[in-house]
């Protein structure tokens, strides 16, 4: 089962227990994808051979991310890396502030959980929805009514400083960051509403 490539949506949890037990990476928990009943940070990157964290976004770190994984792969990655020219000199001040962001920006993402989740149970509630996947982080997937016309939805909100990204027919998603204040949460509810 190493080196499989398996879609997502297939993975049950008897796979990956296999899986985890088959890797040699263990890399700490997916910041992103702690879920509050879960209680401890989850081990799910324990399930892959690397993994890749994205310090910008949701932990607001300006650019940059960390790749996890065994000596060997990252000894490959910073060749690969030299070769297409991606090594920069004096990058501190940029490495300064992923730790900041990593010190400081970690636990707050259960803010934009529950924005998510708020925005979820918000969505229920307006007719042109027609369904609202259960956030379980802080990406917000839902889907119009066949009759509301995705394109000029997603512009009209657009028109209004609001940024809802098409996932596939009829399908949207919001992401919600350290950027999104509660101020900016009330303004989409209220342009959602008068829709």
């Keep these: 089962m190493k080196d499989a490539l398996?879609?997502?949506?297939?993975?049950?949890?008897?796979?990956?227990?296999?899986?985890?037990a088959r890797v040699e990476v263990r890399p700490p928990a997916d910041w992103d994808d702690r879920r509050p009943s879960d209680g401890d940070k989850p081990s799910g990157g324990a399930a892959f051979d690397s993994i890749s964290i994205c310090l910008s976004k949701g932990l607001g770190a300006p650019v940059g991310s960390i790749l996890l994984g065994s000596e060997a792969f990252i000894a490959h990655a910073k060749r690969i890396r030299k070769r297409i020219g991606g090594g920069w000199r004096q990058a501190g001040f940029l490495a300064g502030a992923a730790l900041y962001a990593i010190e400081h920006n970690v636990e707050r993402l259960a803010i934009d959980h529950a924005a998510a989740s708020d925005m979820a149970v918000f969505l229920q509630s307006l007719p042109y929805i027609s369904t609202v996947i259960s956030p379980e982080t802080n990406i917000l997937i839902f889907t119009l009514n066949k009759d509301l016309n995705q394109s000029r939805f997603i512009a009209d909100l657009a028109e209004k400083g609001i940024g809802i990204s098409q996932m596939g027919p009829g399908k949207c998603r919001m992401v919600f960051h350290l950027d999104i204040t509660e101020a900016h949460i009330n303004k989409v509810k209220s342009v959602l509403s008068s829709f």
């Design 6 to 20: 398996m879609k997502y949506e297939t993975i049950d949890a008897k796979q990956i227990d296999d899986l985890m």
